[in-house]
């Protein structure tokens, strides 16, 4: 349940930065910048609520602490980072592969729910969340590899990682 929340907060926050972002865009310089101020009041106190949830869940490793720990980054940035990815691939898999991702990864389905997977559509929704996140867009070819060995940790079947490999490249 915790990873669930965990998910669902750190989308709920990506999909603030996605929403203003849009907004920023089409505004002058001066209302970009008060714009960029409401997105990460916003995107704070979700990401510290879910950081709260993340830090009192199990010490056992996962899925996130891999991701921060190899690539050095904070855990809002792991989990976000995984939430994109996982929101595209919530998109584009098939069912069967969607089902499956589901098991292996508690809490995925909640992104639908969140509406973030309908703003995460494709790679390029993926770059601008890494973006929102403080992220460079060229770790998600880093954080990939990261994930489909987890899965295939979890016993995933090989449809799903060469589908998810596919998809992420």
Partial sequence: MKKVLIIALSSLALVACKSTDGNSSSTQASTSTSTQSSSAALI???LNAALSLYNQSSNESTLADKVQNELSLTSE??????????????NKL???NKSELGQLIPGVSALDSTGLTSLITNMDGVQSAFKSLGLD??????ITPL??????????????????SALWK
């Fill in 77 to 90: 940035q792991a989990v976000g980072g995984i939430g994109a990815l996982l929101s595209v691939a919530q």
């Fill in 147 to 164: 994930v489909t060995q987890y899965l295939s940790s979890q016993n995933a079947s090989s449809g799903l990682v060469n589908s998810l």
């Fill in 137 to 142: 867009p060229s770790l998600i070819s880093l």
């Fill in 44 to 46: 704070g106190p979700a």
């Fill in 94 to 96: 098939s069912s069967d």
